[in-house]
């Protein structure tokens, strides 16, 4: 994945989390919107940046 792609990748999985916590109507709802974000990133992460793996 080129830095691009990641850029792009992270880009578009904020602007979804974004409008799922607009839509949440709990607290409990936006913190797991948060740690699938923050789990959907960790998993972008691992597939590596700046290199093709």
Known sequence: ???TEYAKAI???A???NLEM???L???QQ???GQDFI???MELSERGT???K
Do not use: F, L, R
């Open 11 to 13: 880009q578009t999985k």
């Open 26 to 28: 709990t607290t409990e």
């Open 39 to 41: 789990a959907d990133i």
């Open 50 to 52: 700046g290199s093709e």
């Open 31 to 33: 913190a797991q919107i």
């Open 15 to 17: 602007m979804v989390a």
């Open 1 to 3: 994945m080129t830095d």
């Open 22 to 24: 607009n839509a949440a």
